[in-house]
């Protein structure tokens, strides 16, 4: 039942730039960074043509995000790398989220940005995550607004026998897909084609 889900991988190697990381979740304090120079936060970016107005009910999307214990928001930073903080959705209204993070980890203006709240049971014995795509402005006070433009979450049960049958179910209809589509053939492709190092 879960021979897919357990031994049909797709291996992604990562190269590492920077790690930044600081004293306490919040990150507040000194942040100590690993790798590549200091991280600079961005200018403003260009309004997207169809505007920065909230595109999905933000009453809803809020209730959604508050009762997830961990939340991140993520923006691309100067040097085009991904700079991800925490943040807590304070309040909401027509405009959006209102969010706060640790002093001076948000930067000023308007950008797009991602925001990830989840909560992972013990042994991911339970597991709910809430993804948003928006807008971020903030302005000269520190205030914070996040606008969703998009929203997608999941959602399982504490229930570990379940949990696995459907992983198993979903991970044989994904697989069977892919060789369908001859994902497999590509990818064994492009790893013969990937420079050695």
Not at 90 to 112: E, I, K, Y
Not at 117 to 140: E, K, P, Q
Not at 161 to 171: H, M, P, R, S
């Amino acid at each position: 039942m879960l021979k897919e889900y357990y031994w049909e991988r797709v291996f992604v190697d990562v190269a590492v730039e920077r790690v930044v990381t600081w004293p306490d979740l919040d990150a507040r304090g000194e942040p100590e960074v690993l790798g590549a120079g200091p991280f600079d936060l961005p200018l403003p970016q260009a309004a997207p043509a169809a505007g920065t107005e909230p595109r999905v009910e933000v009453r809803k999307v809020a209730g959604q995000v508050a009762k997830l214990p961990h939340q991140l928001i993520a923006f691309r930073g100067v040097d085009g790398f991904p700079v991800v903080v925490p943040v807590h959705v304070t309040a909401h209204d027509r405009a959006g989220l209102s969010v706060s993070a640790a002093d001076s980890l948000l930067p000023l203006g308007g950008r797009r940005a991602g925001v990830l709240a989840h909560d992972f049971g013990a042994l991911l014995n339970g597991i709910t995550s809430r993804m948003l795509t928006g807008w971020l402005s903030v302005t000269d006070d520190g205030a914070a607004t996040f606008a969703p433009f998009t929203s997608r979450g999941l959602s399982a049960p504490p229930l570990k026998d379940l949990l696995l049958v459907a992983n198993g179910v979903f991970a044989k209809v994904g697989y069977r897909q892919a060789v369908r589509r001859g994902l497999p053939e590509r990818l064994q492709q492009l790893a013969s084609e990937r420079p050695a190092g």
